[in-house]
């Protein structure tokens, strides 16, 4: 289904790199466990950690490769596998899947609501959005015996978004869930795994999905 298949030189068996999943081989059955990770721009996350490390491969990163497939209307390679009109097909979404339920959040209501408080498979969690560098963020937002209720925060014109939490008043990083400010300073948010998505992928891989709307009336 439009899918990257690795394989492992160990066993060489077959593995999908949207679930994690082995597929074929000794590990069929398997899952790898899901690591969470930042998908930004070279220029916010040096911002967020500007002694970071960078893997140079030996060549400048001076154009986006898939460019023109962004403005395509072509679904992957093969097309669609199930149809799901609630978005268009090619709008990006921040996918979550927990205890095998999935929700996904559109790009386009994150840039309008950057703050999200939901609750998913009995987790409470926030997600996060910061439209400059078009990056999200997932975290429990339960700390200390404290579930906290986030909304943004004035933030500086340049640097990373800020959001406060009204039951202790302290300002966190939106894409790290760390408290630089108040009452929680020091502490740092769960993060939740998560993937960046093309609808037409998330929904013909988990098409059970929840989806986020900005009134809060998911469907």
Sequence with gaps: MNALVMYDRQTDSLWSHF???????PFTGTRLEILPAMQTTWERWKELYPDSLVLDKGYRYRSDGYEFYYLRSEAGVIGETRSDDRLYMKEFVLGLL??????????????????????LA???LVVTFDPESATGGTFSR????????????????????LMVDNETGSRWLMLTGEAIE???????LKQIPSNYSFWFAWKD???STKLFVRDGLPF
Excluded at 98 to 119: C, H, R, T
């Design 182 to 188: 108040g009452e929680l300073k020091g502490i740092e």
């Design 98 to 119: 927990i205890d095998g339920q999935a929700k996904a959040y559109a790009f386009g209501d994150l840039n309008e609501q950057p703050v999200v408080n939901d609750s």
């Design 19 to 25: 679930t994690g999943a082995a597929i074929n081989g």
């Design 205 to 207: 891989w988990h098409p």
């Design 122 to 124: 009995g987790q409470e």
């Design 142 to 161: 339960e700390v200390a015996g404290l579930t906290l209720t986030f909304q943004p925060a004035d933030s500086p014109e340049s640097g990373s978004p």
